[in-house]
């Protein structure tokens, strides 16, 4: 037997790593350098919208009136950092400064996703520099990125954080903290006695942490705040916000200097309203027939579409802009080619010659499906699209809770069959410039439901539109008889003569609650065996390159 001592197993750096730990040496940084690397314009891309993706996560936590760092607030921005695939960031703000040194794997991913949040940053700061709007914004969403990071370190990785960084603060010692003990005890809430005198506190300038001051969250003497290790974040999140303020200012002296490149320039101009959720594209395997429009614009179209779709069948006509934002909803909701095209020509040629609209307006139609011109297969507009959309007058196009003063958005709204109050609850968050918001608040109300809903496109609002009135239609079916849901039947062939049966119907589930008597009609006349049943599919991994700003 050999009881000779096993040597431990060496863990052997790349190069490139040795390089990377060198440069990002901890999961929490203030951003205060420059990165020097170069990188690929299609990394550039990707790092931005990324990072775009994380910080509108914050955003939408806000929109939820979550309080910030509360137990509800971290548990929706972990899940939804990890439904959107991005474990580098959720790995940054769950783990604090610990680095997995015995795991070499593990180890690499921690220092790619390093390098991913150190330059990211900087790149945003290209595209938020330019507007004092686009400045608080950014400015408010990477404060709240930075002390989720913050607060998952330890006492210990917050001194080596101090270290790292050359911040100058040195805990009380045994006798200063004995000198204010009481002041401390009576200004340090939810915490014991014995706890407070294990804490570490901090003496510091009270203008460095106004934040504990208005909310009286330190004992403040001779101008000097004590702070506690738990909210040292107020501390080191001044430091933080300066130098962001400073790079938002030097970022602005280069932004012309930087335009000079075309490619980064419409990226840059772009990002903000950039869509970076599910793609709409197509409607995968759904096929709505446009028959069913008029009852759909009703039930399911968001605001905006509805309007749009009023407008044309009022007037006859859309502008170019509006073409382009309720032509390709439409394809996005699943109307096909020859569909759209059947459906603008019954329309446009009440006002117009046939070959006036072959000439001038079919083309285009043909273009938006990729099927002439650059071939591309556009992708439907995201509400940050349409709600940075010039809108100009007798146009429809452009998000109505912005651009319709109070009086004539509270028109629209009763118009939509919304009362009083309700109009009045919309038209408040319209007011507050919380758009989406007021769009969330007239689907809750259009629909009867108290489900919160997040309104990030007008095809995802048509998406959980349909969902809703299926899942009421099978909720019926199962205690009341032999009628079958009608959840997974919209993509299937007999959709077209489903939908045509409810098109002047006025009641919420007319949409969905189709008479036996026409399903056993269809299923009679059909004598082919049925094909493979097409469900909705609608495809998750989104390529971000792909999107079209």
């Known amino acids: 037997m050999d009881f000779r001592r096993k040597s431990k197993a060496r863990i052997e750096r790349k190069p490139e790593y040795e390089n990377l730990e060198q440069k990002y040496k901890h999961n929490v940084l203030l951003y205060r350098l420059p990165p020097t690397e170069d990188i690929k314009i299609q990394e550039f891309e990707d790092l931005a919208l990324e990072r775009l993706k994380v910080l509108r996560i914050l955003e939408q936590a806000q929109a939820k009136g979550l309080r910030f760092l509360s137990d509800d607030w971290k548990e929706y921005v972990h899940d939804e950092l990890s439904r959107e695939g991005l474990k580098g960031y959720l790995r940054l703000c769950t783990n604090g400064g610990n680095t997995a040194a015995n795991n070499i794997s593990k180890h690499e991913f921690e220092l790619q996703a390093r390098r991913r949040d150190y330059i990211s940053h900087f790149i945003l700061r290209l595209a938020y520099c330019r507007t004092q709007e686009l400045k608080s914004w950014f400015i408010a969403r990477e404060m709240e990125l930075f002390k989720y990071k913050f607060s998952a370190m330890t006492p210990a990785e917050i001194k080596q954080f101090l270290d790292l960084h050359n911040l100058n603060y040195v805990p009380l010692s045994a006798e200063q903290k004995n000198a204010v003990k009481d002041g401390l005890i009576e200004s340090t809430v939810g915490q014991s006695v014995a706890k407070i005198e294990m804490l570490d506190f901090y003496k510091v300038p009270f203008t460095q942490v106004l934040d504990l001051v208005r909310s009286r969250r330190c004992y403040l003497k001779d101008g000097q705040a004590y702070v506690n290790t738990h909210d040292f974040i107020s501390i080191v999140g001044t430091k933080q916000l300066e130098e962001i303020e400073h790079g938002l200012k030097s970022a602005q002296r280069l932004i ?150 109070q009086s004539t958005l509270k028109q629209k709204l009763a118009a939509a069959g919304l009362g009083t109050a309700h109009i009045q609850d919309v038209a408040a968050l319209a007011a507050k410039h919380h758009y989406q918001l007021a769009c969330a608040k007239y689907f809750q109300v259009t629909h009867d439901t108290n489900v919160e ?68 009609t269809f299923e009679s006349s059909t004598q082919k065996p049925t094909s493979k049943s097409s469900e909705i599919a609608w495809e998750d991994d989104l390529d971000l390159t792909a999107i079209d700003y």
């Open 256 to 405: 012309r200097e930087v335009e000079t490149d075309e490619r980064l320039f419409t990226l840059l101009k772009s990002l903000h309203t950039s869509y970076t959720g599910k793609d709409y594209t197509v409607g995968k395997d759904v096929k709505v027939p446009i028959e069913s429009i008029d009852q759909l614009s009703k039930k399911s179209f968001p605001l905006c579409m509805r309007l749009c779709h009023e407008h044309l069948r009022t007037t006859h006509h859309l502008k170019y802009d509006g073409r382009m934002q309720y032509g390709l909803f439409l394809k996005g909701i699943g109307v096909t080619l020859e569909d759209a095209i059947r459906f603008w020509r019954e329309e446009l040629t009440k006002k117009m010659d046939p070959e006036k609209f072959v000439k001038s307006y079919q083309y285009n139609i043909e273009h938006n499906y990729g099927k002439k011109g650059s071939l591309k297969d556009y992708a439907p507009y995201s509400c940050a699209k349409i709600i940075q959309e010039n809108v100009v007058q007798g146009s429809a196009n452009g998000c109505p809770f912005k651009y319709y003063d």
């Open 453 to 520: 809903v997040a309104i990030n496109h007008p095809n995802h609002y048509y998406l959980q539109s349909q969902e809703l009135m299926g899942s009421r239609v099978e909720k019926k079916s199962t205690g009341g008889g032999p009628r079958k849901s009608m959840k997974s039947n919209i993509s299937s062939t007999q959709s077209t003569q489903d939908y045509s049966s409810y098109m002047n119907g006025d009641d919420d589930d007319e949409l969905w609650n189709i008479a036996d008597d026409t399903q056993k």
